[in-house]
């Protein structure tokens, strides 16, 4: 569901269909919901449907890259769409980067144009810079409204 979780305990529920291993996840702290439950997750469904979130090492290695990410377009919306899920799903947040800034490059010559991004492009581009703007405040270990900051002052100089 685009939250991100912390593996709090490994256990094992019989919920009728006999034993089976599950993780006990709670919401991360600084990004909980007002419910803030915790959740019981079959096992194989976190390994299959989820990721690691990147060291801090590894976000700042990401961040370092984004200026030689090249932007890509496919013109056909069908294709697009294809890719682009493709990208969204892949659980690598370099290509997900790569499609934000596909989506960015594209909206800025639409821009020229007095054109914009179709209404399901912008919204998926505004979700997944949510989403990398949460990820690289839980890895760099800071707020927020300060990760664009951070990202421009560690670029300025590329």
Not at 7 to 31: C, H, M
Not at 42 to 61: D, G, H, I, W, Y
Not at 76 to 98: G, H, I, T, W
Request: glycine share 2%; net charge positive.
């Amino acid at each position: 569901d685009g939250k991100i979780y912390e593996i709090v305990e490994a256990t094992e529920k019989d919920y009728g269909r006999g034993p089976q291993q599950y993780f006990i996840l709670k919401q991360n702290s600084l990004y909980k919901d007002e419910k803030n439950t915790a959740l019981f997750a079959p096992v194989a469904k976190v390994e299959n449907e989820s990721r690691t979130l990147m060291t801090k090492k590894e976000c700042l290695k990401l961040i370092d890259s984004l200026p030689s990410i090249e932007p890509i377009w496919i013109n056909d919306s069908k294709q697009r769409k294809l890719v682009f899920s493709e990208f969204a799903n892949s659980k690598r947040p370099d290509l997900v980067c790569k499609l934000i800034k596909s989506f960015h490059s594209r909206n800025e010559h639409l821009r020229d144009t007095n054109k914009s991004l179709t209404v399901t492009d912008k919204k998926l581009m505004e979700k997944l810079i949510i989403d990398m703007l949460i990820e690289f405040s839980i890895s760099l270990n800071i707020q927020f409204d300060e990760v664009r900051p951070f990202i421009d002052e560690r670029l300025k100089n590329y």
